[in-house]
């Protein structure tokens, strides 16, 4: 009997516990101590509590309270504040909670495969970038990696103060990019970084929306497939990896793509992104493409992408926010990369994007540049014009439309004030006749116009610029800015 009573007494004090627990305030990992919150519109601040529990939050002389529903989840929204306000948070229920060294400004979200997790510790000048990294002004929050079949509702991470120890292990692109934002636009910046590398864009998009597209679906068909060969792939892995010996020199072998893979279709978007959509943003800047460059996908891509930032706009329900995104760099390999590349500038039909031309600062051997820096710096010019409407040049030529005049093609662009060669003469053009074949172009430049002429070439109609792989192009604007590759007058793109 004595047994039966501690065993009793043992599970009715895990009882109480247990409901002592539930009962409690619980918060996602983003509304934490150091967070960022951003300005000049409406601010959700949500949880979970006992169900019908009674839960207040107080910010900046704002007091809103509310009651968490039968499934426990609550939230409130804090009223439009301006930037700056460092202070405290309170929020109350059964339990209180303190959120510590709270700021209010720029908020931006930076996502996509390696070149945006690229660190700071493996970009140009990383020492004295790390050194002189210190800034209470921008916060960063990394999103750890997780894949989900389901929407999740929260993300392991933390806000940190940007510092030297913060600062060298986060997105180079990411920090560069808010450093920028934060030097000219006088306001605190938090940057929330959510990416994975060697993922594509299929696995940060939607499921729905990938349903919701014929065009799109396929990318769901083709994963079907993987998963039905999963068990015999893993089978073979096993026995593979059983008779490699690491002494062999021969590489290990590599897991199959299964459940739980990266590359799973909303994979990504259902971990590392769902959850950030209830956390009020400004933007988006994104960095990704290279493993939607294959003979297969590349052409798509214009589609997919898309279908992706039309699919996150709609999840964060703020409108058609700005989403800021990088042109992938001049690189030698055997992909469809300028397909990619028009792909990508397809998108600056929608509305509020803005993309960063890389032609010029890539590593012809390294699918990974250095110069995060620049990156970082011309995204943020899209954002300074797109985002916060400054009266700036913020993008390189882009193509507009041809015109023609006997053997000689005329290129017009936007964003061509200054129209000139970076150095010697203008390189990258070629023109081709109706047989299709290209010839290199002599090029002068006739004020924001291209004019075109090639001796092979009597009646060109078509024109291509920049349009390889790891091209030979040098026209920029008077901001030396970089014209993006294009190709036009083409009977049927490809």
């Not at 931006?108 to 000048?125: D, F, L, P």
């Not at 990619?340 to 390294?366: H, P």
């Not at 200054?418 to 390189?427: C, E, I, P, Y």
Request: hydrophobic share 40%; with cysteine; charged share 20%.
């Amino acid at each position: 009997m004595l047994i039966s009573a501690r065993l009793f007494k043992t599970a009715l004090l895990s009882i109480v516990l247990a409901g002592a627990l539930q009962a409690e305030i619980r918060l996602p990992a983003l509304i934490s101590d150091h967070m960022l919150l951003q300005q000049g519109m409406p601010v959700r601040i949500w949880g979970t509590a006992d169900p019908g529990e009674a839960v207040e939050v107080s910010f900046q002389g704002q007091k809103t309270a509310t009651l968490a529903g039968q499934d426990g989840r609550w939230a409130v929204w804090l009223k439009p504040m301006e930037a700056g306000g460092r202070g405290e948070m309170t929020i109350r229920g059964s339990n209180t909670l303190t959120i510590r060294d709270v700021l209010v400004g720029e908020v931006w979200v930076g996502s996509g495969q390696s070149n945006m997790a690229w660190t700071v510790a493996r970009s140009n000048n990383a020492e004295e970038e790390i050194a002189r990294a210190a800034n209470p002004s921008i916060r960063l929050f990394q999103v750890e990696r997780a894949v989900s079949d389901t929407p999740r509702d929260d993300v392991v991470g933390a806000w940190k103060i940007c510092g030297p120890e913060s600062v060298k292990d986060f997105s180079a692109v990411g920090y560069f990019f808010a450093r920028e934002i934060e030097r000219t636009r006088r306001v605190p910046v938090g940057l929330i970084h959510s990416s994975w590398g060697g993922t594509a864009a299929q696995a940060w998009t939607s499921r729905a929306a990938l349903e919701a597209d014929p065009l799109l679906k396929p990318y769901l068909d083709r994963w079907q497939q993987v998963l039905e060969r999963y068990p015999a792939a893993q089978a073979r892995y096993e026995k593979q990896l059983a008779e490699w010996k690491p002494d062999s020199g021969a590489a290990r072998p590599r897991p199959p793509a299964g459940p739980g893979h990266q590359g799973t279709p909303g994979g990504l978007y259902n971990a590392m992104i769902a959850p950030l959509t209830p956390y009020a943003i400004r933007g988006a800047i994104w960095y990704q493409g290279e493993s939607n460059a294959g003979a297969a996908e590349a052409y798509n891509y214009r589609r997919l992408f898309r279908a992706m930032i039309e699919d996150w706009r709609q999840a964060w329900g703020i409108g058609d926010f700005p989403f800021l995104f990088v042109q992938l760099a001049n690189y030698e390999t055997d992909a469809l990369w300028p397909v990619l590349r028009e792909s990508q500038t397809s998108a600056l039909s929608l509305r509020n994007t803005g993309m960063a031309v890389a032609i010029d600062i890539g590593e012809a051997k390294d699918i990974h540049p250095r110069n995060k820096q620049e990156v970082g710096r011309r995204l943020a010019l899209a954002a300074r014009r797109v985002a916060y409407g400054e009266a700036i040049e913020w993008s390189g030529p882009i193509f507009r439309q041809l015109s023609y005049e006997g053997g000689l093609i005329h290129v017009w662009f936007d964003h061509a004030d200054g129209l000139r060669a970076k150095s010697g003469d203008v390189a990258g053009f070629q023109v081709a006749g109706d047989d299709g074949v290209y010839q290199p172009a002599q090029a002068r430049i006739e004020g924001q116009t291209v004019v075109l002429t090639s001796p092979k070439v009597p009646r060109p109609v078509s024109v291509r610029y920049g349009w390889a792989n790891n091209p030979v192009c040098n026209l920029v604007n008077g901001a030396g800015l970089p014209a993006s590759p294009f190709r036009a007058g083409e009977r049927a793109p490809q």
